[in-house]
């Protein structure tokens, strides 16, 4: 059974970080991509980051470029997104997502996914 559980959300002002963690386990972690993915109220699903199995490919959404930096650590099944220079517009529940092999940009192309941390950023 693949569990995906993602932790280090919580409330951050303006300007400052949080380092998310994706933890993934019943799979073998080393052939998946990994993205991460968030979804603000009255707001669909956006992809945020997205980092290919082997590492050697990274993408990022123009609204969070040079803020934003995804890394992975096959050996401990875990997968992070650096944040900073946080803004009130990044207010969101961010989700972890594994699908095999490559990144994509859509989510209905990710096979297994957490339930979501909490990032909030006040002004």
């Known amino acids: 059974q693949v569990q995906v559980v993602e932790s280090g959300g919580g409330l951050v002002q303006a300007g400052g970080s949080l380092r998310l963690s994706c933890t993934a386990s019943?799979?073998?972690?080393?052939?998946?991509?990994m993205a991460w993915f968030r979804q603000a109220p009255g707001k669909e699903r956006e992809g945020v980051s997205c980092?290919?199995?082997?590492?050697?490919?990274?993408y990022y959404a123009d609204s969070i470029k040079g803020r934003f930096t995804i890394s992975r650590d096959n050996a401990k099944n875990t997968l992070y997104l650096q944040m900073n220079s946080l803004k009130p517009e990044d207010t969101a529940m961010y989700y972890c997502?594994?699908?095999?092999?490559?990144?994509?940009?859509?989510?209905?192309?990710?096979?297994?996914w957490g339930q979501g941390t909490q990032v909030t950023v006040s002004s």
């Open positions: 980092i290919s199995w082997t590492g050697g490919s990274t």
């Open positions: 997502a594994a699908r095999p092999l490559i990144c994509s940009g859509s989510s209905r192309v990710f096979d297994h």
């Open positions: 019943g799979l073998t972690f080393a052939r998946y991509a």
